[in-house]
């Protein structure tokens, strides 16, 4: 059984990383979510990829993006419109999963979006990530962070 869980952690893990992709494209593009999904679908190889969650998140992201800024916003040290598009991208799809997601660990939100800003960011970005999402979800998972 623990195969399948690791084979379904490594398809959302997928699944985040075309998120990502979609959403730099979305802040440079300003296309709507539903052509960037088309095609994100039709030109990666998305074998072993939870494209249900891929959906949902992008589509998601995209649509709450305003209330997503605004809840780690007040955790910058900057306007967010001045974050690089891979860092702003980590910290909206973070905070909605922090926000939404509340079957996924805000430990594993935290590793997943350090993992994905020192794959794709720039050189130490990650600490400047976590230090944000840290304080973001200390606001959204108090529960979940006290209990440990």
Request: charged content about 25%.
């Amino acid at each position: 059984m623990a195969g399948g869980k690791s084979q379904g952690a490594r398809a959302r893990a997928r699944a985040r990383r075309l998120t990502l992709q979609g959403l730099y494209q979305w802040q440079l593009s300003g296309a709507a979510a539903r052509e960037i999904v088309a095609e994100l679908l039709a030109s990666q190889n998305t074998k072993d990829t939870d494209l249900e969650y891929f959906e949902e998140l992008l589509k998601g992201i995209v649509a709450e993006s305003a209330a997503l800024e605004a809840a780690f916003a007040p955790n910058l040290d900057r306007p967010a419109a001045q974050l690089d598009p891979i860092e702003r991208g980590v910290l909206l799809l973070s905070t909605y999963e922090l926000k939404e997601r509340l079957d996924v660990p805000w430990r594993v939100v935290l590793n997943v979006a350090v993992g994905l800003t020192k794959a794709f960011g720039a050189e130490d970005s990650h600490k400047y990530i976590k230090a944000v999402l840290d304080k973001t979800a200390a606001g959204l998972r108090k529960a979940e962070r006290a209990a440990g």
